[in-house]
């Protein structure tokens, strides 16, 4: 069992940045692939970045040179968000345990609760 808790979500203008943390409690080994996704009202929920411990992260095209993955001690994950925009507006939402870390979001196994993002112009 895995229970993730994320924070760091607040409102900014356009061009701000914020950075969003996700704690992961209950599972000890490394090697497993952790991910941010996001969910915009009456949208479907996308990846948004993820990784596998080893050093191998991913980016879905909207925010590479925005936004940075990183993590730590295989229990902490951390999303920079920079130059933020009002398209980026959502529920960031952080996951643990899937088949592979580009997945879709049924493919992860533990689910924050979520932490809201909202970007003005």
């Known amino acids: 069992q895995v229970e993730l808790v994320e924070s760091g979500g607040g409102s900014v203008e356009s061009g701000g940045s914020l950075r969003l943390s996700c704690a992961a409690s209950g599972y000890t080994s490394r090697g497993y692939c952790m991910g941010w996704f996001r969910q915009a009202p009456g949208k479907e929920r996308e990846g948004v970045a993820s990784?596998?411990?080893?050093?191998?992260i991913s980016y879905t095209e909207s925010v590479k040179g925005r936004f940075t993955i990183s993590r730590y001690n295989a229990k902490s994950l951390l999303l920079q968000m920079n130059n933020l925009e009002p398209e980026d507006t959502a529920m960031y939402y952080c996951?643990?345990?899937?088949?592979?870390?580009?997945?879709?979001?049924?493919?992860?196994?533990?689910w924050g609760q979520g932490t809201q993002v909202t970007v003005s112009s």
């Open positions: 996951a643990a345990v899937a088949p592979q870390c580009i997945a879709r979001p049924d493919e992860y196994k533990y």
């Open positions: 990784s596998d411990g080893y050093g191998r």
